[in-house]
């Protein structure tokens, strides 16, 4: 990966609850690392969540609405490592307190809308130019 595409931990909450996600989540100790769909309902202010399983493959894990939420519809354990991987990277940024062996990635795509990010403006903060000024 790019430096240009790891989000910086101030900001990386506003990408990742910006409406339509794509991020990884890395452990620079063991390079174990996730990745995380974040999909805002299109009326509701909630927040479905999915992990990578396999290349192109998302399973549900669950919900966020101000606090994450497994779901029993889910496929994947509350207690498998991608689950408390999700919660703690959340608890963690909210409390400003990401410690610095675990990094956030965008994907190289909009947060809000999804869409290939091309300019490097673009790049660094994870949101289109039209997105990042519409992006509450």
């Known amino acids: 990966m790019k430096n240009s595409n790891k989000l910086d931990a101030n900001t990386s909450l506003d990408f990742i609850f910006g409406g339509n996600s794509t991020f990884t ?14 999909k805002k309902h299109k009326k509701d202010d909630i927040y479905f969540v999915s992990v990578l399983t396999s290349p ?8 966020y609405r101000g606090a994450f939420k497994y779901s029993a519809k889910s496929r994947i354990s509350d207690r498998s490592q991608s689950v408390s991987v999700f919660k703690y990277i959340i608890d963690k940024l909210s409390s400003k307190n990401l410690p610095n062996y675990i990094e956030v990635w965008h994907s190289g795509k909009c947060g809000k809308c999804g869409k290939k990010l091309t300019t490097p403006d673009s790049i660094s903060n994870g949101f289109g130019p039209t997105c990042r000024r519409f992006k509450n």
């Open 25 to 38: 989540a890395l452990t620079t100790k063991s390079e174990n690392r996730f990745t995380f769909k974040v």
């Open 56 to 63: 192109e493959t998302y399973q549900f894990i669950g919900s």
